[in-house]
């Protein structure tokens, strides 16, 4: 099973625009398959039982107008999600009672301890990103809007190396006066 980017969408708050305004728009996708599969308490035990105890997930957006000639709009997204493997005597943590390796979650390096596997999963492979640019970048007129983002980690005990970029569908919105 390999891994892929999936569900790239776009979501705006209006459809129309003053020149004036800040626009920010929604970029919601998801990392599926072979991590999703194998990032699970069994997995987490034996890589930190072979001192593979970090993780660390890369990924990015880009906004883009125009179909052809693509132009980038606002500040570009670039940071990562991080997985620290620590050993743990809380039985709440933990779903099966002889393991004792947990994982906390990091992004913008806000940790963060999920309640179970599935909150973990959803953690550290779905992303829901807010991007602002001003409207005066595209300037009067409609304007079909794109995203692209790209996601990478390196090889561990539980995942294949992986980098993959993907678009969404194009959006429209309208900036007027």
């Known amino acids: 099973m390999t891994n892929t980017i999936s569900g790239v969408s776009l979501e705006k708050p209006a459809d129309k625009f003053k020149v004036d305004e800040n626009v920010a728009v929604n970029v919601r996708f998801s990392v599926t398959g072979a991590l999703r599969e194998a990032f699970n308490e069994k997995n987490w035990e034996k890589a930190y039982n072979n001192h593979d105890n970090v993780f660390k997930l890369r990924y990015g957006i880009k906004l883009y107008s125009g179909s052809l000639r693509k132009r980038e709009i606002g500040k570009p997204l670039d940071t990562y ?39 973990a999963k959803e953690m550290l492979l779905d992303f829901d990103e807010k991007l602002n640019f001003n409207a005066s970048d595209l300037g009067v007129g409609k304007h079909k809007i794109g995203a692209e983002v790209y996601v990478s980690w390196f090889k561990h005990d539980y995942a294949e190396p992986f980098d993959q970029k993907a678009q969404s569908k194009e959006i429209e919105i309208e900036i007027t006066k």
């Open 81 to 119: 999600k991080k997985v620290a493997l620590f050993w743990t005597r809380n039985s709440k943590l933990t779903q099966m009672a002889e393991k004792k390796v947990w994982v906390q979650i990091s992004k913008n390096f806000e940790p963060f301890i999920p309640k179970n596997q599935v909150e």
